[in-house]
């Protein structure tokens, strides 16, 4: 059995009232608040303050006709027009909301890149977001590769030179026997790099910056970006903690 028009009109937000008033004025066509309130058997101030809030809400129009005011229902198709204005208000609303909720860390935002193409636009992003006087805190395999493969030395230099303008700062940490396999120059791009303990492997390649963690991982192209402020921290207390036990270069 179909659901009744007054019973759907309310779910569309419409009280008890408006909608039997919508109805009635669906069946009468044309009409003046008299006539629509003694067909309803209401009060015809009732009756005008509800087509008055129809009308704002662009289900009912009005003009004065012979010195009457006369009301009838606009093409039921506005309903259709008015809950896709509302569901695209309602989209940006929560999308505007599910970023402020991630924010408030009650909840980590993750991003998969599994393509070289994917990991270039990772790192050109990510050097995008640095502000000025960011610190990036990395743990290195430089000998695995993980991301470095992907990026030409134009490439690389191009957005070293991005972060040198910021002023970006970069501690790196990487596993002892690895240090003849950082990129030439690197070294030369605000980046300070220390030498882990022998016997301390990283095979994964971890960068962390303000509330984000990438991680580089495995054989395969393959990144992780995880936006949460208190994994960020707890990675971060682990870096300053291998830092303090490292040796610098050389």
């Not at 070294?187 to 580089?216: A, C, I, K």
């Amino acid at each position: 059995m179909p659901t009744p028009l007054k019973t759907l009109l309310k779910r569309l937000g419409l009280s008890e009232k408006e909608a039997q008033v919508y109805l009635a004025s669906l069946r009468l066509g044309e009409a003046t608040v008299t006539q629509i309130a003694h067909g309803m058997k209401m009060q015809r101030t009732t009756v005008a303050s509800i087509l008055d809030r129809l009308r704002e809400r662009g289900l009912i129009t009005q003009k004065t006709s012979k010195g009457r005011r006369v009301y009838w229902i606009e093409d039921p198709h506005v309903l259709v027009e008015h809950e896709q204005a509302r569901l695209h208000v309602v989209e940006q609303i929560a999308g505007r909301l599910h970023a402020q909720y991630h924010q408030a860390d009650k909840k980590p935002s993750a991003e998969v890149f599994d393509t070289k193409e994917g990991l270039r636009k990772l790192i050109t992003r990510v050097v995008a977001e640095l502000r000025k006087g960011d610190e990036v805190l990395t743990f290195e395999s430089p000998a695995a590769n993980h991301y470095q493969a992907v990026l030409t030395d134009e490439m690389f230099h191009a957005l070293a030179k991005q972060k040198d303008k910021k002023g970006v700062q970069t501690r790196s940490l990487v596993p002892s026997g690895q240090e003849e396999s950082i990129r030439p120059g690197a070294l030369e791009h605000n980046v300070q790099v220390r030498v882990m303990p022998p016997g301390v492997l990283v095979e994964s390649s971890f960068w962390m910056y303000r509330n984000t963690l990438v991680l580089f991982s495995g054989t395969h192209t393959f990144a992780v970006v995880i936006s949460h402020r208190h994994m960020k921290e707890s990675m971060a207390s682990l870096f300053e903690m291998a830092w303090a036990q490292s040796q610098p270069i050389g």
